[in-house]
Nanobody, 121 residues
Framework: VQLQASGGGLVQAGGSLRLSCAAS????????MAWFRQAPGKERDIVAA????????YYVDSVKGRFTISRDVDKNTVYLQMNSLKPEDTAVYYC???????????????YGQGTLVTVSS
């Protein structure tokens, strides 16, 4: 499966953005999907995940209540709605997928290119 992330940009603190991850070469209903982010000088960390079945979700503590992961199987796209953005959310965001039914941070086999999110204070 190939993954194409988009939707990043510059936003003021408190604002919102919605990231999209369009999949091709496979249906997202066959994959568990996740969003990772990598800030300058830091490792890439998982932000949110949704299991292949759609019944499981995971959020890192720092985004709980602000970010929502969702998917539209008909559009073969996964989304990350980001509200109440903070400067510390600034990072390159990547979407990822795996054929395993999981929300584990260590399980992803496919990664798309990143999209940059910059939150100004």
């Amino acid at each position: 499966v190939q993954l194409q992330a988009s939707g990043g940009g510059l936003v003021q603190a408190g604002g919102s953005l919605r990231l999209s991850c369009a999949a091709s070469g496979g249906s997202i209903s066959s994959y568990s999907m996740a969003w990772f982010r990598q800030a300058p000088g830091k490792e890439r960390d998982i932000v949110a995940a949704i299991s292949r079945s759609g019944g499981g979700q995971y959020y890192v503590d720092s985004v709980k209540g602000r970010f929502t992961i969702s998917r539209d199987v008909d559009k073969n796209t996964v989304y990350l709605q980001m509200n109440s953005l903070k400067p510390e959310d600034t990072a390159v965001y990547y979407c990822a997928g795996t054929e395993r039914n999981t929300v584990s941070s260590a399980a992803y086999d496919y990664y798309g290119q990143g999209t940059l999110v910059t939150v100004s204070s």
